[in-house]
């Protein structure tokens, strides 16, 4: 799985699983992606690949505990972009709702840094 970063490396996937070169999870109530960077940085703009046609939605945190929802997406697949005013962020939660055999496949994430 390729993702933009910064160049630290505590920047992380703290949820979901590297399965075959994508992080995925369930399509259930408890399930998520989470990447951690290492320090908070302001950015305005995320990218995603999703491989199949899926539903998703992705909120940002800096503290992991008050999320601010983004952008959700239904029955969507390849390069979906997100956009939201600069801000900020230390977490990215990404959640797939819908998907097919009920596994949420992410194959990239992008997120340009200020």
Known sequence: MSYR????????????DIINGYIQHR?????RIIFQFSQPYIIGSIRLLL???CSYYVRVATNNKN???RL?????????LVTFPKQPVTYIKVVG???PSNVFRLR???????
Do not use: H, M, Y
Not at 27 to 31: E, L, M, P
Not at 108 to 114: D, S, T
């Open 5 to 16: 970063r910064d160049l630290t490396a505590k920047s992380r996937f703290i949820d979901g």
């Open 27 to 31: 399509t259930d109530k408890n399930s």
């Open 51 to 53: 491989n199949e046609e």
């Open 67 to 69: 999320w601010s929802p």
């Open 72 to 80: 959700f997406e239904d029955n969507v697949s390849g390069w979906r």
């Open 97 to 99: 709702t819908k998907a």
């Open 108 to 114: 990239q994430l992008e997120c340009p840094a200020v």
